[in-house]
């Protein structure tokens, strides 16, 4: 997006190839090509983002789109802002959701008030686009913020190609400029929610190390919090040139409770791990879940169940109590709800549960298209 909206030049290395990526450079690619509707998929991300950015195309309409479980998805805060500073946006279905109809025009409110309790991306939209905002140089946060990691991670990211942007308390100042670089290349560090998969395989399975490259120690990335807390789990990092050396030692553990708050993605992860070792789980601050692929809360309520995990969900949090053991040789079968870290966080609990299949496994490929292709390499 930054390379889009700043039309900078730079080459982008170690760039992801997931659906979620090509999608987004394919919708780029059409909004440059004049066409005016814009389809996004599953990609809940784009569509956030490219929601902010088409209000500022002046004189130009667009309907965005995506897929069924898209139009299922809400959209209605971040619209309500962008409106109330001027955008014209309206509905073309269902009231809230996708997909929507943009006439780009000039915006020129100084603020812009959001509310901070739903979700980091729709800041995150604002931000990145912020550039093409031509007087608006100041957010005000209303409320909690959820995944605040993910909006200093945004924040990074701008100051990187030369924006002045700084968070204090509930307001984010903007100053003026465009993005700028000189930079003839970007090195793109790898996922650290994909890395997460590995790290519970390991915990799970009889591997005694594995080595994970692309990833930076001093991270950006919210999910990079996944170092500290297989530390419960008796898993060392260590960091090395381009690699990490992950290596399991003994650690036994009967509880493991953490606020997800700041990084929801690494959630169904860390509940399979609890699963696997069979320990009890305090896991909070999952606001955010209801609102993804699927209602993450409920789904994984439904799976980790058919373990013999005794569940209970709340709209915010989710408590394995215990266990009614079932049979390691049990035909267990792992509904992903099109969700493709459903499939990613329980697959390695194969290394347990021999006769467990996960349905519809290629959903990977909306974030991991080579998962299979990498865990396979685990056994």
Same mark, same amino acid.
């Given at each position: 997006?930054?390379?889009?909206?700043?039309?900078?030049?730079?080459?982008?290395?170690?760039?992801?190839?997931?659906?979620?990526?090509?999608?987004?450079?394919?919708?780029?690619?059409?909004?440059?090509?004049?066409?005016?509707?814009?389809?996004?998929?599953?990609?809940?991300?784009?569509?956030?983002?490219?929601?902010?950015?088409?209000?500022?195309?002046? &004189?130009?309409?667009?309907?965005?789109?995506?897929?069924?479980?898209?139009?299922?998805?809400?959209?209605?805060?971040?619209?309500?802002?962008?409106?109330?500073?001027?955008?014209?946006?309206?509905?073309?279905?269902?009231?809230?959701?996708?997909?929507?109809?943009?006439?780009? +025009?000039?915006?020129?409110?100084?603020?812009?008030?959001?509310?901070?309790?739903?979700?980091?991306?729709?800041?995150?939209?604002?931000?990145?686009?912020?550039?093409?905002?031509?007087?608006?140089?100041?957010?005000?946060?209303?409320?909690?913020?959820? %995944?605040?990691?993910?909006?200093?991670?945004?924040?990074?990211?701008?100051?990187?190609?030369?924006?002045?942007?700084?968070?204090?308390?509930?307001?984010?100042?903007?100053?003026?400029?465009?993005?700028?670089?000189?930079?003839?290349?970007?090195?793109?560090?790898?996922?650290?929610?994909?890395?997460?998969?590995?790290?519970?395989?390991?915990?799970?399975?009889?591997?005694?190390?594995?080595?994970?490259?692309?990833?930076? +120690?001093?991270?950006?990335?919210?999910?990079?919090?996944?170092?500290?807390?297989?530390?419960?789990?008796?898993?060392?990092?260590?960091?090395?040139?381009?690699?990490?050396?992950?290596?399991?030692? &003994?650690?036994?553990?009967?509880?493991?409770?953490?606020?997800?708050?700041?990084?929801?993605?690494?959630?169904?992860?860390?509940?399979?791990?609890?699963?696997?070792?069979?320990?009890?789980?305090?896991?909070?601050?999952?606001?955010?879940?209801?609102?993804?692929?699927?209602?993450?809360?409920?789904?994984?309520? &439904?799976?980790?169940?058919?373990?013999?995990?005794?569940?209970?969900?709340?709209?915010?949090?989710?408590?394995?109590?215990?266990?009614?053991?079932?049979?390691?040789?049990?035909?267990?079968?792992?509904?992903?709800?099109?969700?493709?870290?459903?499939?990613? %966080?329980?697959?390695?609990?194969?290394?347990?549960?021999?006769?467990?299949?996960?349905? &519809?496994?290629?959903?990977?490929?909306?974030?991991?298209?080579?998962?299979?292709?990498?865990?396979?390499?685990?056994?």
């Amino acid at each position: 997006m930054i390379k889009f909206i700043g039309n900078l030049k730079f080459n982008i290395e170690n760039l992801s190839d997931s659906d979620d990526t090509k999608l987004l450079i394919n919708a780029l690619h059409d909004i440059h090509s004049g066409k005016s509707e814009i389809h996004i998929g599953d990609a809940g991300t784009n569509m956030r983002f490219l929601c902010a950015y088409l209000t500022c195309l002046e &004189n130009k309409t667009f309907v965005l789109t995506g897929s069924e479980r898209m139009k299922e998805r809400p959209i209605k805060e971040l619209v309500d802002s962008l409106i109330s500073i001027g955008a014209d946006i309206s509905y073309v279905e269902k009231n809230g959701y996708p997909p929507i109809k943009i006439v780009g +025009k000039a915006l020129n409110a100084s603020q812009i008030s959001m509310k901070a309790n739903v979700s980091s991306q729709y800041i995150s939209a604002i931000l990145l686009s912020s550039p093409l905002l031509k007087n608006t140089n100041q957010i005000e946060l209303d409320g909690d913020v959820v %995944s605040s990691s993910y909006i200093k991670m945004t924040i990074e990211l701008m100051r990187l190609f030369g924006k002045n942007v700084s968070w204090t308390n509930d307001i984010i100042e903007i100053k003026p400029g465009l993005y700028k670089s000189d930079r003839q290349s970007i090195y793109n560090e790898s996922d650290w929610s994909a890395a997460s998969y590995f790290y519970n395989a390991l915990a799970l399975g009889d591997l005694e190390k594995v080595e994970l490259t692309g990833l930076l +120690k001093n991270s950006v990335q919210a999910d990079s919090k996944i170092v500290d807390l297989y530390k419960t789990f008796g898993i060392n990092s260590d960091f090395q040139t381009n690699q990490i050396k992950v290596s399991k030692i &003994n650690k036994k553990v009967d509880h493991f409770e953490f606020d997800f708050t700041d990084c929801p993605d690494i959630a169904q992860t860390l509940s399979v791990t609890c699963l696997g070792l069979g320990i009890t789980a305090n896991l909070t601050g999952l606001m955010t879940l209801k609102i993804k692929e699927t209602d993450r809360i409920v789904a994984l309520k &439904n799976e980790l169940e058919k373990f013999g995990a005794i569940v209970e969900i709340t709209p915010t949090s989710l408590h394995i109590k215990g266990y009614d053991p079932i049979s390691k040789n049990a035909d267990i079968l792992v509904n992903t709800y099109n969700d493709h870290r459903m499939a990613m %966080s329980f697959a390695p609990l194969k290394f347990i549960y021999s006769n467990m299949v996960i349905e &519809n496994k290629d959903v990977v490929s909306k974030s991991f298209p080579k998962f299979w292709k990498e865990f396979s390499k685990l056994s």
